[in-house]
């Protein structure tokens, strides 16, 4: 009993990093993605993430590299949901679209993410997960409108918009397919799906050409993004999602503006109160639906 709550809490801290990661992108590459197309920084985000987790897996799990090869189908398909659809639909829906949108948007993903594992996985969700969804969503909406009702009810429709709607449908569908995968250890299979899905990039961009970046502020964005927000946040997601459910996953997603929030604060941004509040009340809605009462 000990070491299952163990194994749990050690997944939610992995999936909170997981987040906290990814928060990060969200601030670095609001100046990378003015200067670098989505397909570009995609392929330069993946490339380098594949090489060390590829390395980490060899050092840290020895996998026997021909059983693991056995399932290369899927573990292509979940890296081309997870990174290469994923990537480049989400950051080619942020150069057409408005922040708020984007992020009302994509606070839809733990509610498709939660209905998807009922359908699909038959898992059962209980009271607790769904209000703990609701909550957490109310905080994203407090975060991104201000508070303010005529912000959200005169948000637009736009092309970018529809691209946001597509990505958040793949990382929901990449975190249902991520439990079809057996036998293969944490970092290996993060390591195997960026590999596959720089591969895949690498098709793409002999099409479209690659723009690499010109300045060091931009490399440095580049190597938080591959490095920080890819190759450590996947092991964390892949290591995490072998313990928790789908839903409970959509639900600490939510955190993402809250530790924008702190980001942003700690870089000597300002925050009003309603990202506070938001903040808290998104913290409230995880908790609600993560923590289990005691036996």
Not at 105 to 116: D, F, N, Q, Y
Not at 218 to 239: E, H, P
Request: net charge positive.
């Amino acid at each position: 009993m000990k070491r299952a709550a163990g194994s749990r809490a050690l997944a939610v801290a992995a999936l909170a990093g997981t987040t906290l990661s990814w928060a990060g992108i969200y601030v670095v590459g609001d100046l990378v993605v003015e200067t670098i197309d989505p397909i570009s920084l995609t392929f330069l985000r993946w490339g380098p993430a594949a090489v060390l987790l590829l390395v980490i897996a060899q050092l840290v799990e020895r996998p026997d590299w021909r059983t693991v090869l056995r399932q290369w189908p899927k573990l292509l398909l979940l890296g081309c949901l997870g990174m290469v659809a994923f990537s480049i639909l989400m950051l080619e829906g942020l150069r057409h679209t408005t922040p708020v949108n984007s992020a009302l948007i994509g606070a839809s993903g733990p509610i498709l993410i939660a209905v998807a594992a009922a359908l699909l996985l038959r898992q059962r969700i209980g009271w607790r997960m769904v209000l703990g969804l609701a909550v957490s969503l109310v905080g994203v909406v407090l975060v991104v409108t201000q508070g303010s009702l005529e912000t959200l009810l005169t948000v637009g429709v736009n092309e970018g918009d529809l691209w946001i709607v597509l990505a958040t449908i793949c990382w929901a569908a990449y975190t249902i397919a991520g439990r079809i995968q057996t036998g293969i250890p944490v970092i290996t299979s993060a390591a195997v799906q960026a590999a596959l899905a720089t591969i895949v990039l690498g098709v793409i961009v002999c099409f479209t050409g690659l723009k690499m970046p010109t300045d060091t502020a931009t490399w440095m964005g580049v190597g938080y993004i591959a490095f920080i927000g890819s190759a450590l946040a996947m092991y964390f997601w892949t290591f995490a999602m072998r313990t928790l459910q789908p839903a409970v996953a959509g639900i600490l997603l939510n955190l993402n503006p809250f530790f924008t929030v702190c980001l942003t604060l700690a870089l000597g941004g300002a925050v009003g109160g309603w990202e506070i509040l938001g903040g808290l009340v998104i913290i409230a809605g995880v908790l609600l639906g993560t923590l289990r009462r005691r036996a």
